[in-house]
């Protein structure tokens, strides 16, 4: 009986005590937590650095915008509220699949190059938000070629769920936006930015800040896709006339129109800058930020 009480009786310590974990107290720890937590499983899998990929998550494939589309043939227009309105949509989500083709062939692309590198790392793995649209298209390029991928989901209301494609064991759920963008930027080597909107224009500037100020210290390959779209969006040149940014600030990315001439840039920046250094005995990922 005494010990049927004294096991009543037990105290749940700190660490097992979901209510105190999910406090204002305790937000430390959850910190340190989406830090500590994939730095033990990146250097479990032997994930030395990364290539990220950036862009909407409202892209659809060709097959799926395609299908889409096929929806509005042999259709009384009377039936669909808004018909034109819909219709010119579903047109316009086949002429941005482009993107999320291109960026599956790119991630492939990179990540057959990478397997075949003598390494005794993983370099070089393609890495996502782990999302729909061009996150998934990247994580898909990837598993097409056979390799690793990373995904870095984060929790919100809507749109943000991990696509198929990722690899499981590094597969992450986020609470914090900034420790996801920690992530993103800490095993990073190259970034590749597609179109997007408000989430990828964060990420962009976010990264171009950092380098401009040299808070990343390594020499980081920064590709902007599609520049008739990014200077229909952002006037580059407005910047430099209003004297916010200087002229030199251009030359940290490159704009990019194409798959192979974006793989080019990529890959000749990482074999000139990163290739060259003697790997570590123990893999593990290397802090390059101030």
């Known amino acids: 009986q005494r010990r049927s009480m004294a096991k009543k009786q037990k105290k749940v310590k700190a660490y097992q005590d979901e209510e105190f974990l999910a406090s204002t107290d305790a937000r430390t720890i959850r910190l340190l937590a989406e830090y500590l937590e994939p730095k033990a499983r990146f250097k479990k899998h032997k994930i030395m650095d990364t290539i990220v990929f950036f862009g909407s998550a409202r892209l659809k494939s060709r097959k799926e915008a395609n299908a889409a589309l096929n929806k509005f043939k042999n259709v009384n227009p ?19 699949s482009k993107y999320y083709e291109d960026a599956v062939e790119l991630s492939r692309m990179l990540t057959e190059w990478s397997m075949n590198l003598e390494t005794n790392a993983n370099r070089f793995i393609v890495c996502t938000g782990g999302g729909p649209g061009i996150m998934e298209a990247a994580n898909r390029g990837a598993k097409k070629a056979g390799g690793y991928s990373v995904g870095l989901n984060i929790s919100i209301p809507f ?3 991990v696509n198929p494609y990722v690899t499981k064991e590094l597969s992450f759920e986020f609470h914090y936006f900034f420790m996801r963008k920690f992530w993103f930027a800490y095993l990073s080597k190259a970034f590749v930015v597609f179109p997007g909107g408000f989430g990828t224009f964060d990420e962009l500037f976010e990264v171009l800040t950092l380098v401009q100020t040299e808070k990343i210290r390594k020499k980081l390959a ?4 599609d520049e008739k779209y990014w200077k229909s969006v952002v006037n580059f040149g407005a910047l430099i006339e209003q004297g916010v940014i200087n002229e030199s600030d251009l030359k940290l990315f490159h704009f990019c129109n194409d798959v192979d001439s974006a793989f080019k840039i990529i890959k000749d920046h990482l074999e000139k800058n990163f290739l060259k250094e003697k790997e570590p005995s123990v893999i593990e990922p290397r802090i390059h930020i101030r």
């Open 159 to 161: 749109e943000q769920y």
């Open 222 to 225: 920064l590709v902007i896709y």
């Open 78 to 96: 009377k039936t669909i509220t808004n018909f034109a309105q819909e219709l010119r949509k579903a047109q316009h989500h086949v002429a941005m």
